[in-house]
């Protein structure tokens, strides 16, 4: 059946509408503001600035582990329930609701420190409800094309998202985040509407923005992706629904591409988001960048993630997601070697000037490969579990994908924590990062690349 562009054009919107989420909240805007909030309110408490600098990254990736479990036990069962109704949209539509109005409560974050704890609550909500709609997102995709073209419309879609984050950061950077020195924005402009500099209100904005930008890029989802009429149908109980989640799980064992799949993606997205999460906090404590240069660094970054993302989505379509997957993993591995060997007076074992640019320039090109390479890894493997997923079930297979992705969205944020509380380095934090890339690399070698939907069906009675 053939699939109108308005419908692959409005599913595609959501990541346009989503994406500032991700670029201006978690990673180059309101992270970094958040980190250096927490720094400040720590040292007046007494702590030295290394420490206070550790507690700021410790207490982050604490709100990202719980909002990771929260997704992880949730998702399977919302998805199931949904394939059981036949009905993504209401889930979809009341996530919404809640991401924008975590989103705008963002403003409250005051740069004397008020309610710092209650703020990383609000944050993480938005968070989960920001990829608890994802997930149904996600399980319309294989219903956009053939499987050939899924891979493509996969990119484009992931693309179209990362050239969002460049408008909305672009925006943002020229118009609202201020410099703490002078007040004033990346052109030299005072904030808009009256917004009170010494009081960080522009940066501050970034929440109001995130959620305006949601509410309004959202419509063209909402006017033209519908419910498949011809899906759900069957019990909503919950009893009936858990024992076919468990049915389904128990499955997930006879399948070894798709349990290979599962537990290697575990890994290395788990890695990759502590990348998107702690990247902007490392730009800060680190090499001592402000939230301007941070944001520049991620219009860089979310540009070459645009460009490559849809690069990558061309590949999966010539030559399937499996090899794009394998090539950005290695990418990734080397930059999270520049991370951990690089600060402002070192690379790796050689010392640098105290005024070299070196280490700048170097996370510059960092930056781009994560977008480049994260972009298509996020591409590629909902492309790969597509052909791991049985038409009818769609939203409980990207639900079993999420909770895989989350299981143990714990372990790089604690790890990270673990690291960086016994060295006293934010850097050397990062090492367990490198694990889970390889982890991951090697559990990809037992994966079919044309997925296993013939062999699910052959176990069925």
Not at 195 to 212: K, Y
Not at 347 to 356: D, H, V
Not at 400 to 412: D, E, M, Q
Request: glycine share 10%.
């Amino acid at each position: 059946m053939a699939v109108s562009k308005r419908r692959i054009w409005g599913w595609m919107a959501f990541d346009w509408a989503s994406q500032p989420y991700y670029t201006l909240g978690l990673t180059f805007v309101f992270g970094p503001y958040f980190a250096l909030v927490a720094t400040n309110a720590f040292m007046a408490d007494g702590m030295e600035k290394l420490a206070a600098d550790a507690q700021a990254q410790s207490i982050w990736s604490a709100g990202q582990t719980i909002a990771g479990l929260l997704i992880a036990i949730t998702a399977p069962f919302l998805g199931a329930f949904a394939d059981n109704s036949g009905r993504k949209m209401p889930w979809i539509a009341g996530f919404s609701v809640i991401y924008i109005i975590a989103s705008w409560a963002l403003w409250g974050l005051e740069p004397s420190g008020a309610g710092l704890m209650w703020t990383l609550v609000i944050f993480y909500v938005g968070f989960f409800a920001a990829e608890s709609a994802l997930n149904f997102v996600n399980a319309i995709l294989p219903s956009l094309g053939t499987e050939k073209e899924i891979g493509r419309i996969s990119g484009s879609g992931a693309a179209f998202g990362y050239w969002g984050g460049v408008v909305s950061l672009f925006i943002l950077l020229l118009l609202f985040v201020e410099s703490p020195d002078t007040g004033v924005t990346l052109i030299g402009l005072a904030p808009p509407f009256g917004l009170d500099a010494t009081q960080m209100e522009g940066t501050r904005s970034v929440g109001p923005f995130i959620a305006i930008w949601f509410a309004i890029f959202m419509i063209p989802f909402f006017l033209y992706v519908r419910d498949d009429p011809r899906l759900g149908g069957q019990s909503t109980r919950i009893a009936v629904v858990w024992g076919e989640l468990k049915e389904t799980l128990r499955g997930v064992l006879r399948r070894p591409s798709l349990k290979n799949f599962l537990l290697g993606s575990m890994f290395y997205r788990d890695a990759l988001n502590a990348l998107y999460a702690f990247g902007g906090i490392y730009a800060a404590l680190v090499l001592g960048w402000t939230t301007i240069q941070i944001g520049v660094f991620g219009i860089v970054a979310a540009i070459a993630a645009a460009i490559f993302t849809w690069a990558g989505g061309l590949a999966d379509q010539r030559f399937g997601p499996k090899p794009v997957i394998r090539f950005s993993v290695w990418l990734l591995i080397v930059v999270s070697c520049f991370i951990v060997g690089m600060s402002r007076d070192h690379l790796f074992i050689f010392p640098l000037a105290e005024t070299s640019q070196v280490p700048d320039i170097i996370f510059y090109v960092c930056g781009m490969v994560i977008g480049g390479a994260g972009g298509s890894i996020y591409a590629a493997s909902r492309s790969m579990m597509v052909r791991h997923t049985h038409p009818d079930r769609p939203a409980e297979a990207f639900g079993l994908f999420a909770l895989t992705g989350k299981a143990t969205a714990f372990v790089a944020p604690a790890s990270i924590s673990l690291f960086t509380f016994l060295t006293g380095n934010v850097q050397l934090g990062f090492l367990p990062v490198i694990l889970l890339f390889l982890l991951g690399l090697l559990l990809l070698r037992w994966v079919n690349k044309d997925g296993d939907r013939a062999e699910w069906s052959a176990l069925q009675p």
